[in-house]
């Protein structure tokens, strides 16, 4: 199956300073990527939808200048934490389809904390 | 209001016999409902997608099921195994949207 890469796996960050999480689909080109949050034992709760070449969709209550999302090329979207804070700190995942009437694929998250 | 629901308890069966576990959805008109595992720690891996138009699909040990009617998604997984433990998530995306919404989530366990 398509492959979707995300690096950093973990960082733990200081207070103040910013992160970037870099998501690839490394078999397919996805115009769209999607940006999860998860809590511990929640669900996966989507932040953002990232369009390649255009602005990132915000879901409500998610602040656009604090998670600033770039989709710069068909296979690479990034997400950046920005002055970051300890209620910051969660798992971070993203996905991409091939097409949006087929399965998504995920990244493998990224763990943030921030101390 | 919008709402994807599943067992939040955890599903707790013995080696060799099926679990099933129960998707249902509120005020969506999904496309097509689809069935992740997750594992601590990893992101979501994708394990079967169903259409509005399918009754079920099947993929070796693993059947779902949807029902429109009755807003429902059942995922079974027959001769469970202890490696089968993990957190189940269905989710769909509600038809004209691009975005794929999740449900809460069911944890199985299956002990040998």
């Known amino acids: 199956g398509a492959v979707v890469s995300q690096h950093p796996s973990r960082v733990i960050c200081k207070s103040g300073t910013s992160v970037k999480i870099e998501c690839r689909s490394l078999d397919f080109q996805a115009t769209t990527m999607f940006w999860y949050r998860q809590f511990p034992k929640q669900s996966l709760m989507l932040m953002a939808t990232s369009n390649e070449g255009s602005k990132a969709t915000y879901e409500q209550g998610v602040e656009k200048d604090k998670f600033l999302i770039n989709h710069a090329s068909l296979t690479l979207s990034t997400l950046t934490v920005t002055s970051a804070h300890p209620e910051d700190s969660s798992f971070y995942i993203c996905?991409?389809?091939?097409?949006?009437?087929?399965?998504?694929?995920f990244g493998q998250g990224t763990r943030l904390t921030v101390v | 209001s919008q709402k994807i629901e599943q067992n939040s308890e955890a599903l707790n069966i013995q080696e060799g016999k099926t679990a099933t576990l129960t998707c249902n959805y509120t005020?969506?008109?999904?496309?097509?409902l689809q069935w992740y595992r997750q594992d601590p720690g990893r992101g979501p891996v994708f394990l079967l997608l169903?259409?509005?138009?399918?009754k079920e699909k099947r993929k070796e040990r693993l059947k779902v099921t949807f029902d429109t009617t009755l807003k429902q998604s059942l995922f079974h997984i027959t001769a469970s195994q202890p490696a089968d433990s993990a957190t189940y998530l269905c989710a769909l995306r509600n038809t004209g949207f691009q975005k794929l919404v999740f449900g809460t989530g069911t944890r199985l366990l299956v002990s040998p």
């Open positions: 169903i259409r509005e138009n399918e």
């Open positions: 996905s991409a389809s091939e097409d949006l009437n087929t399965e998504a694929f």
């Open positions: 005020n969506y008109s999904p496309a097509y």
